[in-house]
């Protein structure tokens, strides 16, 4: 990318930049701060402080349990501490997670939380806006691009991060309020990661496809060759044996 573009790329980013801002400041009424980090984390424990006395519960009773085999044996607990058993905190769960906080924080804590149907709704439709976004950067020539990490520079990660936020904030989801656009960013690198994982499966059909068509070809040739016929060797071979004899 030369200076020029480069230049045009900085103002179109300063452009996106400012109605962000305004966005953002229109919303602060609205919504308060700016999401962070720890503000999800702590959003997360307190919707599994009900979660965490089950399992204290559980992990209780099963001390407390004998082995069925053996009636003198008391089963030990884990030496490593309890285990809580929660799921990675994966990228599905940090969206679902902001658009928690996002809904309480705009309608407050009596109205009832979001479905589990509504927040994949709403999935759904920000993930097709960064599908969005991705098919902008391969008209805009990252088609080869297979890593948005370590491939893309930084201005155009700044750039089209702003595009996404400033598009889903259009379609009412306000993920501008995320600090460092850190959903824009997340959302971008899995559409990265999954296009590469397409590619790879792509490829691995296609080798498999030539690997059968090569198999069927042998397998007709086979077919159509001549057969060879051992009769006369035989006969050959008792006349030989006849006049040694003889």
Known sequence: MNTNSEQQMINAIEALGSKVDSISSRLDT????????????????????????????????????????????????????????????????????????????????????????????????????????L????????SLVSSWKDDVKDIDKKYYSLLLEQRADTAGMFISRCKSSWCARLLLQEGFKAKKQSHKKKSKRQFDRYLEEQAETIRQEESTAPSLDYSEFSILDNESTTSNIA
Do not use: C, W
Not at 49 to 60: F, G, L
Not at 71 to 91: A, F, M, W
Not at 135 to 142: I, R
């Open 135 to 142: 098919s902008s950067m391969q008209q805009d020539g990252f």
């Open 30 to 133: 609205v919504f308060g701060p700016t999401l962070t980090g720890s503000d999800l984390n702590s959003f997360t424990e307190r919707s599994l402080t009900d979660i965490d006395y089950v399992n204290r519960a559980i992990y209780v009773q099963s001390v407390n349990t004998t082995d069925s085999a053996n009636r003198t044996r008391v089963i030990q607990p884990n030496p490593y501490g309890l285990r809580k058993g929660e799921k990675p905190y994966s990228s599905t769960r940090r969206i679902d997670d902001m658009f928690r906080l996002l809904h309480t924080i705009q309608h407050g804590e009596e109205v009832a939380p979001l479905s589990k149907f509504q927040l994949k709704e709403q999935r759904s439709q920000l993930k097709g806006i960064a599908r969005s976004v």
